[in-house]
């Protein structure tokens, strides 16, 4: 296999996997650590039997052992980030992660131990296996590195247009972490151009070769205009020469996790594939999560609950506990309940959004907002069928008033059940303006399109990560 071939796979456009896009790179980087952590799992059962004179036996006499300790890993490696922009550029950012991603498997790999004595890898053996296990995924980042270069972990994208979505297309693939490369534009018959470096179509004797010379994964439609512009026989054969073909939404959509409010239209969201009707079975296994995991979570929870309630009450006057209306599923309000984090006359002369260093927010309060364990009250809300563990976060009715009026399809959030974690919570930080909610709208928005029980276990994954970095928290 030539470094030139190896370029071209990880550099394709991106998996759907799920209704959810993933890259080419992350997903054959994720497939060859799990066979490397199967792989340093087993050699560290045989060490450890050599070592204590017992027959190791055969892997597949352990495979239950072996794919537990594989899975638990690479769970923790996704929840810290691993597989971010950040980890696939610096091979010491992926270190950094990498370690943390160990500690916290080994301890829930003792946990599931101590839960199921005797049923899982051995604690013995955990050493081994986690100490040949970060050698190999470090070996393999810096080899894959070596090999391919960090170029190589982005898409090679062609731009059909010159104007401000263009331009658009250029400023995002200029950012730090960008997953694609531009590699260039063709003028078409736009007036307004404002990419002085485009080739014009005119100069272009056939499309489908320039496409092929420049060594081209995705052509992308980014006209302002389309009728009497679009190049129908020659994205025919662009498409059919095995080179995908994207229009300007689409990809957005695809590259930011968001819905682009700037370029939405009605026609888009009823013709695109998302917001499907055949979530029953999705629906009825998100509900008996939600069930099985709150009433769980609040047997465990409890005495922290109760901890906290008593350090709130004794750190400042009033209750122990916040309730506030909000609005849910359908636009339906309802209570939540949460640990109190502010002075109890907070909220005196009207709800209005956290600021960065509130004067509101108690000594208590900015510590359990930081940890988030004034969110855990919230699990009865989630056990009651109110709320869901993942989805859009809930408002307070007169933001929700406010912003129905300035944004457009902001009532499209409430087609699916608030949650206490959610897409636009992991990726954008706490927002205190109309423009942030705006921003956070467009998660929101991606999160009802593209629902599904893999997109939810991706958040509540990535959700570690944000309480473990809470850069968001406010």
Request: aromatic residues 10%; positive net charge; charged residues 20%.
């Amino acid at each position: 296999m030539n470094r030139k071939f190896l370029r071209q796979l990880v550099g394709a456009a991106m998996v759907r996997l799920f209704k959810h896009y993933i890259p080419h790179a992350v997903l054959l980087l994720g497939l060859a650590d799990l066979l490397l952590l199967l792989l340093a799992a087993d050699l560290g059962w045989v060490l450890r039997s050599g070592q204590i004179g017992t027959d190791a036996g055969t892997p597949v006499s352990r495979l239950g052992a072996l794919i537990a300790f594989a899975t638990t890993t690479l769970a923790a490696m996704i929840a810290v980030g691993v597989y971010g922009p950040e980890s696939l550029r610096s091979l010491r950012f992926a270190c950094a992660r990498l370690l943390v991603a160990v500690t916290l498997a080994i301890l829930a790999l003792a946990l599931l131990d101590f839960l199921l004595p005797g049923h899982t890898y051995w604690r013995s053996t955990l050493l081994y296996a986690m100490v040949l296990a970060t050698f190999m995924l470090v070996l393999n980042r810096a080899i894959l590195g070596n090999l391919l270069g960090t170029s190589a972990f982005r898409r090679r994208v062609l731009v059909l247009g010159t104007g401000p979505r263009a331009q658009r297309l250029k400023a995002l693939s200029e950012k730090e972490g960008c997953g694609f490369t531009i590699v260039g534009f063709i003028s078409m018959t736009q007036p307004s151009e404002q990419v002085p470096e485009a080739v014009k179509r005119s100069t272009i004797s056939d499309l489908s070769a320039h496409v092929s010379g420049l060594g081209v994964t995705e052509v992308v439609l980014a006209l302002e205009e389309r009728r009497n512009s679009l190049p129908l026989k020659d994205l025919l054969r662009v498409k059919t020469a095995g080179v995908h073909v994207n229009e300007f939404s689409t990809f957005l959509e695809r590259e930011t996790g968001r819905v682009d409010l700037d370029t939405l239209n009605p026609s888009w969201l009823i013709f695109s594939d998302g917001f499907s009707s055949g979530r029953a079975i999705s629906s009825f296994a998100k509900r008996a999560f939600d069930i099985l995991a709150s009433g769980l979570l609040l047997l465990l929870a409890f005495p922290v609950i109760a901890l906290f309630a008593l350090i709130v009450k004794l750190d400042s006057k009033g209750p122990a506990f916040f309730r506030q209306k909000r609005v849910g599923l359908y636009g339906q309000t309802f209570e939540i309940v949460k640990l109190r984090s502010m002075r109890s006359d907070a909220e005196k002369e009207g709800a209005k959004w956290a600021e960065k260093n509130d004067s509101r927010i108690t000594r208590v309060g900015a510590f359990i907002r930081k940890v988030r364990i004034d969110e855990l009250p919230q699990v009865w809300t989630v056990l009651t069928g109110r709320m869901s563990f993942v989805g859009p976060r809930p408002e307070v009715p007169i933001f929700v008033n406010n912003l129905e009026d300035k944004l457009p399809y902001y009532a499209e959030r409430h087609m699916v059940k608030p949650g206490i974690t959610g897409w636009a919570q992991i990726n954008y930080p706490y927002g205190a303006s109309i423009e942030d909610a705006r921003h956070k709208l467009e998660y929101d928005l991606y999160y009802a399109k593209n629902y599904t029980p893999f997109l939810d276990l991706l958040i509540m994954l990535q959700t570690l990560r944000v309480v473990l970095w809470p850069d968001g928290a406010r």
